[in-house]
T-cell receptor, first 117, second 116 residues
Framework: GAVVSQHPSWVICKSGTSVKIECRSLDFQATTMFWYRQFPKQSLMLMATSNEGSKATYEQGVEKDKFLINHASLTLSTLTVTSAHPEDSSFYIC?????????????FGSGTRLTVV | AQKVTQAQTEISVVEKEDVTLDCVYETRDTTYYLFWYKQPPSGELVFLIRRNSFDEQNEISGRYSWNFQKSTSSFNFTITASQVVDSAVYFCALSERTGTASKLTFGTGTRLQVTL
């Protein structure tokens, strides 16, 4: 149980275009989802916390107008990288908190590797 | 603010050697959770263990074992008789409090290379 499905797994886009990444909770309701970014050989850095039905909370230094987060339902959160540039090329991964004791606590999507050319 | 430190950036061992990955954390909360995740080259995060702050029992799972010591704020991870398939980046992480909004803070990771 507690599976988060993330799509696409990888995407290549041209500079200046926008890219949408989806994360769906398949067998549970995710009130809150977290979006991380990971540059090569670096750690996962939290970008924002996505709350169902309300505005996302962004970490310091993350441009909210560039990284649009929508969490319109309890099973779907999306991250849109607007006007992407090569420096946005990174690995993006979403996560949801799971509260049931038998489960690990946080479940992660499989990640999206974004390359902006 | 919470912080996780993994001082070892890269470790290289020969297969069958034992290896310990260090993790030191900082938090002001008395209730918190500690995690270890494995990230193979494919990128997905593989959950290894969760430990809450009130449970200091060490744990063993097959070749994996964890040593949680609150006195030194450490949560170290040992792989016994390492194998090539253990090669990956390992992250230690901390979550303060409980509830769906509690965020996970990751350490910088330790890249483990196991060679034949």
């Amino acid at each position: 149980g507690a599976v988060v499905s993330q799509h696409p797994s990888w995407v290549i886009c041209k500079s200046g275009t926008s890219v949408k990444i989806e994360c769906r909770s398949l067998d549970f309701q995710a009130t809150t989802m977290f979006w991380y970014r990971q540059f090569p050989k670096q750690s996962l850095m939290l970008m924002a916390t996505s709350n169902e039905g309300s505005k996302a909370t962004y970490e310091q230094g993350v441009e909210k107008d560039k990284f649009l987060i929508n969490h319109a339902s309890l099973t779907l959160s999306t991250l849109t990288v607007t006007s992407a540039h090569p420096e946005d090329s990174s690995f993006y991964i979403c996560s949801a908190r799971v509260l049931e004791q038998a489960l690990p606590g946080y479940t992660f999507g499989s990640g999206t590797r974004l390359t902006v050319v | 603010a919470q912080k996780v430190t993994q001082a070892q950036t890269e470790i290289s061992v020969v297969e069958k050697e034992d290896v310990t990955l260090d993790c030191v954390y900082e938090t002001r909360d008395t209730t918190y959770y500690l995690f270890w995740y494995k990230q193979p080259p494919s990128g997905e995060l593989v959950f290894l263990i969760r430990r809450n702050s009130f449970d200091e029992q060490n744990e063993i799972s097959g070749r994996y074992s964890w040593n949680f010591q609150k006195s030194t704020s450490s949560f170290n991870f040992t792989i016994t008789a390492s194998q090539v398939v253990d090669s990956a980046v390992y992250f230690c992480a901390l979550s303060e409090r409980t509830g769906t909004a509690s965020k996970l803070t990751f350490g910088t990771g330790t890249r483990l290379q196991v060679t034949l």
